[in-house]
């Protein structure tokens, strides 16, 4: 491959490769948010039903007092749950986002890992061509 064209050729691969992980991440992004979302509204969705199950609610006046207090310990159960399920999903996906970048940063030090070879080779060879001319001039004189 010619010298002078592969840092074009291994930016165009670093583009390639960062745009596949940019879709995957994505997707995992995604996945994650629907399964978090579809655990959030089952689990609530169950509590609420509990909540207006025969149970809870009340048929007589005295039983009022009861029903209303039944009912605020059922909110805060689901204030609670839903807390908790939130805070999961975000440090989910704070790891998750975390493990991406961890790819993304492999991948980015790896070009320019490469990128340094091929200028310190050429920077070689370019000194190479330019010492000959020197020298023969030096010889010359």
Avoid at 14 to 33: C, G, Y
Avoid at 88 to 114: G, M, P, T
Wanted: aromatic share 4%.
């Amino acid at each position: 491959m010619n010298q002078q064209l592969a840092p074009l050729f291994q930016s165009i691969d670093l583009s390639s490769k960062l745009r596949a992980l940019a879709l995957s991440n994505f997707e995992e992004l995604m996945a994650l948010d629907f399964d978090h979302t579809q655990e959030l509204v089952e689990r609530g969705t169950q509590q609420l039903r509990d909540a207006c199950s025969d149970r809870g609610i009340s048929r007589e006046a005295s039983e009022l007092p009861e029903a209303i207090q039944s009912g605020m310990h059922v909110f805060i159960d689901l204030t609670r749950d839903t807390m908790l399920a939130v805070t999961d999903y975000q440090v989910a996906k704070f790891r998750l986002v975390q493990n991406q970048a961890r790819e993304v940063q492999k991948e980015i030090s790896a070009a320019f890992k490469q990128q340094l070879t091929l200028i310190q080779t050429s920077g070689t060879a370019d000194n190479r061509i330019s010492k000959s001319p020197a020298l023969s001039q030096k010889r010359a004189a």
